[in-house]
C-alpha cells in the first residue's frame, strides 16, 4: 500500500505542470505564465484571477491583462480559468482526495464553487468526470 501510495503521489506530480523545465515568452507576459505555474508546481496557493496575478507581480490587473493579450493574442483569465482546468483534471484522475480537498487545493472558496466551474468548463460535473476519467484507457 505504501509504494502504490507513492506511486500515485508520483503520477500526479507528473501531471501537474513542470515550470522548471517549461519556457516562458519574454516580459510581464512570461513572468505571468511563470507565476501561475509556479504555484502548481510549488504547490502553492495556485494564482486564481487576473486581480490575484496582478497582486503576485505587482502590476494593475489592466496592464497584466494587456500585456498578456498582446503577447499570447489570448485573454489572462481564459489562460488563467485553463491552468486552473488542467490541474482539476489532473487532481481528479490521480488522486483520490474528495471534491471538496481538490476544491480546497485549487483556491476554490467551497466545493460546489469548484463544481460549477469544472462543469462550466468541461460539461460534467467533477465526479462524473472522474468516473469516466478513470474507466477511459490511458492515451497513448
Request: glycine share 8%.
Amino acid at each position: 500500500l505504501v509504494d502504490f501510495l507513492r506511486c500515485l503521489d508520483e503520477l500526479v506530480d507528473c501531471a501537474l505542470a513542470d515550470a522548471s523545465t517549461a519556457t516562458f515568452p519574454p516580459g510581464l507576459a512570461g513572468r505571468i505564465q511563470r507565476a501561475v505555474a509556479d504555484g502548481y508546481q510549488m504547490r502553492q496557493r495556485p494564482v486564481v484571477g487576473v486581480a490575484d496575478c496582478a497582486k503576485r507581480l505587482g502590476y494593475s490587473p489592466s496592464r497584466c491583462s494587456a500585456s498578456f493579450r498582446a503577447a499570447t493574442g489570448e485573454p489572462l483569465k481564459t489562460w488563467i480559468d485553463a491552468r486552473r482546468v488542467e490541474q482539476a483534471e489532473a487532481l481528479l484522475r490521480f488522486s483520490d482526495e474528495s471534491l471538496a480537498d481538490i476544491a480546497g487545493t485549487l483556491a476554490f472558496p467551497d466545493g460546489n464553487a469548484f463544481s460549477r466551474f469544472f462543469h462550466r468548463h468541461r460539461g460534467l460535473p467533477p465526479g462524473r468526470w472522474r468516473r469516466q476519467a478513470r474507466r477511459a484507457p490511458p492515451k497513448a
